[in-house]
């Protein structure tokens, strides 16, 4: 099935003091089956802000995303949610792990009211062994260092099969070679299960190791390129 994701003409502004402040200006870009993208610009570019219209956890001002030549907007809040489910998977730099439940439970969280045809605990374990985690299903976020969170995150992530995987500076917070663990953990989820990753990093030798790079700058895309297969 098709997994393109489509922006036209995105805009986005937000209004402080009265002034408004476009974070997002006409971004017109096609997230294309397979891709492997990074984003990279200086803070305040809009990353986070194209990232989060992506993945629907905020709105455009104007302009659309189109999934399948559908426009999002057009779908009612429970379509919505079997978008997300479909398609998108979230980490953050943070990790943003609920700290009361265990790796096993964050993980089977996204799955929550939802009826699927596997076993959800069973899920979570191999997923747990996918990150290398296998021994950690009971630990709470606590009791695990960022790397590790990091990787419990992605297995949320990755529980309900997305067909794309967003990650908005998912190596910020680790030392560099953790980061690597989880940049590498990314590209074989892209390589090996066709996952669709986009991913902001601040890091330009990281973001010239993805297949597509795309620059930001005040709000607009500046380049978009093709680079290196999986240097
Ligand atoms: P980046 O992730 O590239 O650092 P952001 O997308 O977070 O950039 O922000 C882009 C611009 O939008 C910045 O000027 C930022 O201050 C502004 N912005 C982002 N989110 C909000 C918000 N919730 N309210 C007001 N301004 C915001
Ligand atoms: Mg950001």
């Given amino acids: 099935m098709n997994q393109t ?4 003409k995105l805009t986005k502004a937000f209004k402080g003091d009265g002034v408004e402040t476009f974070a997002l200006k006409n971004i017109d870009v ?7 993208i990074s984003i990279i610009g200086p803070s305040g570019s809009g990353k986070s802000t194209l990232l989060s219209i992506i993945g629907t956890l905020d709105e455009p001002t104007s302009g659309e995303l189109l999934h399948e030549q559908q426009p999002v907007h057009k779908l009612n809040s429970r379509q919505l949610a079997d978008f997300r489910f479909e398609n998108i998977g979230f980490i953050f730099q943070q990790f943003h792990l609920i700290p009361t439940l265990t790796a096993a439970e964050n993980i089977m969280a996204p799955l929550f009211g939802r009826k699927v045809s596997y076993d959800k605990k069973q899920r979570a374990l191999d997923l747990l062994q996918m990150v290398g985690l296998q021994d950690k299903a009971n630990s709470l976020p606590s009791q695990l260092s ?30 560099s070679e953790t980061g690597e663990v989880i940049f590498q953990l990314l590209q074989t989820l892209n390589k090996e299960k066709g996952c669709g990753v986009l991913f902001v990093t601040h890091d330009p030798a990281l973001a010239e190791r993805a297949n597509r790079k795309i620059e930001m700058r005040d709000g607009e895309i500046v380049s978009d390129t093709q680079v290196s297969q999986y240097a």
Avoid: Y
């Avoid at 096609?30 to 492997?36: K, Q």
């Avoid at 790397?147 to 990650?167: D, F």
């Fill in 146 to 175: 960022g790397g590790q969170q990091q990787r419990v995150a992605i297995a949320r992530a990755l529980v309900h099969e997305p067909k794309w995987l967003l990650a908005d500076e998912p190596t910020g917070n680790l030392d």
């Fill in 30 to 36: 096609t997230l294309e089956e397979g891709d492997f």
């Fill in 5 to 8: 994701i489509e922006c036209r």
